[in-house]
């Protein structure tokens, strides 16, 4: 059975997934972490930096976004429907509690996707 990736921490600039630190901003699978997370600008999330998680198969139910330490990022207006259209529901929060979500539906054995920025 594949462990799954729960997030043990995180403080600005860092996150802790099973005991490993990051400290650039990642999207992570149940199972399987993307670290350098680049988006075509860097506090604005478009449909095309998401590519990695639509594209995925199956694909993932929900999207967990992490916006920053302080919720700076900001999610393009088009994002949220075009998710929907992959059948992708989008929650986007603050990084701290967006850690908190993910792990919750990790748990809850949910097709999930996290994306986290991890400052601002």
Known sequence: MVSL???DSYQF???VINGKKYESDLIIFPEKIIDN???KEGHKVYIEDLNEIVK???TPE???LGTGCYGLVKVQSRVKTNL???G???TARPTREACQIFNKLL???KRIAGAFHLTC
Request: hydrophobic fraction near 50%; avoid cysteine; proline fraction near 4%.
């Open 107 to 109: 748990l809850s054995r």
């Open 5 to 7: 990736l729960m997030i």
């Open 37 to 39: 997370w680049w988006r």
């Open 88 to 90: 992708i529901e989008l």
């Open 62 to 64: 929900v999207l967990v």
């Open 84 to 86: 929907k259209s992959y």
């Open 13 to 15: 600039g860092e996150i």
């Open 56 to 58: 995925r198969e199956p």
